[in-house]
T-cell receptor, first 114, second 113 residues
Framework: DTAVSQTPKYLVTQMGNDKSIKCEQN?????MYWYKQDSKKFLKIMFS???????INETVPNRFSPKSPDKAHLNLHINSLELGDSAVYFC?????????????FGPGTRLTVL | SQKIEQNSEALNIQEGKTATLTCNYT??????LQWYRQDPGRGPVFLLL?????KEKRKERLKVTFDTTLKQSLFHITASQPADSATYLC????????????FGKGTRLSVIA
């Protein structure tokens, strides 16, 4: 059973479109994250939710809107996509929001904006 | 400015040798540091965590050291195997309020048979 799953794995779209990426974890964790890994391979936190509540929002444009319907799901909706949004987006989860907790990452969603 | 740097983008070593990867940081005072492995097309996988009061941590063929004076962590893989080929990321806790983990860019290790 996959611990952290994301859909879709690949997403190719035109500039200006709106798209969503879904994430689900079956680990019973309280905390979930969205990371962006750009072409230079830096992995940067975007958002963190703890028990459906937003706890971290790292200076991300408000075109990005996370939604957590329950603590097992954290979806990412992106409006008006731009070329610079092309990257791999990783979802992750941890038992709690304490940073010593191991983070479990999903397989990533490669977003290409044309 | 705050920085976290991993010694080289790529490191090639012969099978059976010890691989040593470096993570240096500037203007952080982390309470702990983590190492992750990332294979192509996959998400990072946690390997080891070391706290500021620990000098060394081991797990099977892996060893991590943490020197808060030098502001450096070393990650060693002994008796390396081709299956160890991957990108290795270090990540630290900035130890300031609610700030999340900060990741280095990673070092791509290739173990040649």
């Amino acid at each position: 059973d996959t611990a952290v799953s994301q859909t879709p794995k690949y997403l190719v779209t035109q500039m200006g479109n709106d798209k969503s990426i879904k994430c689900e974890q079956n680990l019973g964790h309280d905390t979930m994250y969205w990371y962006k890994q750009d072409s230079k391979k830096f992995l940067k936190i975007m958002f963190s939710y703890n028990n459906k509540e937003l706890i971290i929002n790292e200076t991300v444009p408000n075109r990005f809107s996370p939604k957590s319907p329950d603590k097992a799901h954290l979806n990412l909706h992106i409006n008006s996509l731009e070329l610079g949004d092309s990257a791999v987006y990783f979802c992750a989860s941890s038992l709690t929001s304490v940073y010593t907790d191991t983070q479990y990452f999903g397989p990533g969603t490669r977003l290409t904006v044309l | 400015s705050q920085k976290i740097e991993q010694n080289s983008e790529a490191l090639n070593i012969q099978e059976g040798k010890t691989a040593t990867l470096t993570c240096n940081y500037t203007n952080y005072s982390p309470a702990y540091l983590q190492w992750y492995r990332q294979d192509p097309g996959r998400g990072p996988v946690f390997l080891l965590l070391i706290r500021e009061n620990e000098k060394e941590k081991r797990k099977e063929r892996l060893k991590v050291t943490f020197d808060t004076t030098l502001k450096q962590s070393l990650f060693h893989i002994t008796a390396s195997q081709p299956a160890d080929s991957a990108t290795y990321l270090c990540a630290l806790d900035p130890n300031s309020g609610n700030t999340p983990l900060v990741f280095g860019k990673g070092t791509r290790l290739s173990v040649i048979a």
